[in-house]
């Protein structure tokens, strides 16, 4: 089977704004401050660390990769004495169905459909050196179709996730700079990134300066062509291990997950809750087109 990797790239747009609602709703600070948890960092850390049970901060660090171990510390293993991650599970999920619901991705056909389409995709995915997709994986699959779509949209994304820090790791590219890195491409302003993922001056001038060691940032402060190339190559190498996961998809089936869930995915943006800058450093500028452009 023949595919451009940009297929994996334009899914992943419209992929993440459906599992993204879970940091960006109302509904779910709600939910985890409900649940026990005390501010948005430690509801962040748990509900999204939940799946691998209650493992050291350092273990959450290693596999979130871009966040601090301090940062993660401040939250885990603390969180577990407020609420257990089961409780973070269940949180998680039903605030996200909440608030899809509230953006009007309700139990529809197309919804059943769309829900199915990805769940297979998850379901034959490679989960092997994909720590968070696999622990996400092991969880029971839930009944309700729009939690099934939420569901499948998170395996998903961990598992393209799992496969950039593969690819980030592979190239020398540490879990701080590489942040750095996403701003200096433009992908991502420096105000949120430094707000998101809590650096100071000092530190964000040491990865620019590490980064300019090896020729990746100019004198200017900005990418070098080395830099640029860098970037690109590890962006196009993470679409080329999340194309895998669309392999049980017959050309059939992926046209009508393209006609499903671009209408899903532009519903949620037009929810309001995702910001326009995220540190995933998403497009929106292709959502209209509800073609894979398969050859």
């Not at 430094?194 to 990746?216: I, K, M, N």
């Amino acid at each position: 089977m023949t595919r451009s990797p940009l297929i994996a790239r334009r899914l992943f747009d419209r992929i993440e704004p459906v599992h993204a609602l879970t940091y960006f709703a109302p509904e779910a600070k709600a939910a985890f401050d409900a649940a026990g948890y005390r501010g948005f960092w430690m509801g962040y850390f748990a509900g999204r660390s939940a799946p691998l049970g209650e493992v050291p901060a350092q273990v959450v660090a290693a596999a979130f990769y871009n966040f601090s171990a301090e940062h993660v510390s401040r939250a885990l293993p603390s969180a577990w004495t407020h609420a257990s991650p089961a409780a973070a599970l269940q949180a998680r999920q039903e605030s996200a169905v909440a608030a899809l619901n509230r953006c009007g991705v309700v139990d529809t056909e197309s919804v059943g459909i769309a829900a199915a389409l990805l769940e297979k995709a998850a379901r034959s995915a490679d989960w092997t050196g994909r720590p968070l997709f696999a622990a996400n994986l092991s969880l029971p699959w839930p009944d309700e179709p729009v939690a099934r779509l939420w569901h499948a949209a998170t395996l998903l994304r961990e598992h393209r996730g799992d496969g950039h820090v593969a690819v980030l790791l592979a190239n020398g590219i540490g879990g701080r700079d590489c942040n750095v890195l996403h701003a200096l491409a433009d992908r991502v302003p420096r105000e949120f990134i430094t707000f998101s993922r809590q650096y100071d001056d000092d530190e964000w001038d040491r990865c620019v300066a590490g980064l300019a060691d090896r020729g990746l940032v100019d004198a200017t402060g900005t990418l070098s062509d080395a830099g640029r190339d860098l970037k690109q190559r590890v962006e196009d190498v993470t679409d080329a291990l999340a194309l895998p996961a669309f392999d049980a998809l017959d050309d059939d089936e992926l046209t009508t997950l393209f006609s499903t869930l671009g209408p899903i995915t532009r519903a949620v943006i037009a929810g309001g809750d995702i910001p326009s800058a995220t540190p995933m450093g998403l497009t929106r500028d292709d959502l209209d087109d509800d073609d894979p452009h398969l050859p």
